[in-house]
């Protein structure tokens, strides 16, 4: 299996557990599009629960 599609795939689908926005990868994590949260990814997994967000903005 290709990960770099899955992944892909994963970006178009996937969306933030606690805004609802549209994510990206950057840095090895995942990070909303207004760049408010970030999830890490464990294994190349990202780990998408809503206690798990990085707060990257005040």
């Known amino acids: 299996m290709d990960t770099d599609i899955d992944m892909n795939f994963l970006l178009e689908v996937a969306r ?3 805004t609802g926005r549209r994510l990206h990868e950057d840095g090895g994590r ?3 599009d207004d760049g408010a949260l970030a999830y ?3 294994g190349g997994i990202p780990v998408l629960l809503p206690e798990e ?3 990257l903005k005040s």
């Open 30 to 32: 995942l990070v909303t």
């Open 16 to 18: 933030c557990p606690r």
């Open 53 to 55: 967000a990085e707060e």
């Open 40 to 42: 890490r990814m464990d």
